[in-house]
């Protein structure tokens, strides 16, 4: 195995130049040159940055506490919205997509077999009829068929969705 030396070099003082500087922080000297003209790093009169200070500043403009708090503030907003939304799905006034697709499937796959069922159904009730009686007949199995794609089901939807696995 080999024999590996432990590094307690501090760099946190360690003078280095602008170049240096951007390349320690894996960016490009473009960025680097934003962020101190933005103040966010601060100048440096003779060209070298102290890699500590320089380091600090990036990240304290990356973390900084308005920042933080935007995500704090982001992530609890996220969390009562996801609270909010399980409640109403519980008490039934909020369905999950997926168990509204199923339910309106498997409605138009009913209305569906409805309708194609009354070529044969129907007919043999309405021989010898008038034209008139056999359209109306027609008329009221076609919509008997439609009226599962109107109603709205909400206990459908929610067994739907309690099946589906929550």
């Known amino acids: ?3 590996l030396k432990k590094d307690d070099t501090d ?5 280095v130049s602008f170049d240096q500087a951007a390349k320690f922080l894996n960016m490009s000297k473009s960025a680097f040159y934003r962020l101190i ?3 966010i790093i601060p100048k440096s009169d003779d060209g ?3 890699l500590g200070e320089v380091v600090e500043a990036y990240w304290k ?3 900084d506490s308005e920042g933080l708090k935007a995500a704090q503030t982001r992530l609890v907003t996220a969390q009562a919205e ?3 939304n399980e409640l109403a799905e519980q008490r039934g006034e909020l369905h999950r997509a997926s168990a509204i697709a199923k339910v309106w499937t498997d409605n138009v796959l009913n209305a569906k077999k409805k309708l194609l069922s009354i070529p044969t159904k129907v007919p043999p009730m309405l021989v010898g ?3 008139f009686t056999i359209r109306k007949r027609l ?3 076609i919509k008997t068929a439609l009226r599962e794609l109107a109603e709205y089901d909400g206990e459908k939807i929610t067994r739907a969705s309690a099946i589906q696995g929550d």
């Open 139 to 141: 008329e009221e199995e």
């Open 1 to 3: 195995m080999p024999n």
């Open 129 to 131: 009829q008038d034209v």
């Open 82 to 84: 996801l609270k909010e």
């Open 37 to 39: 003209e933005a103040g």
């Open 48 to 50: 070298k940055y102290i």
């Open 11 to 15: 760099y946190r003082n360690a003078r």
């Open 61 to 63: 403009n990356q973390f």
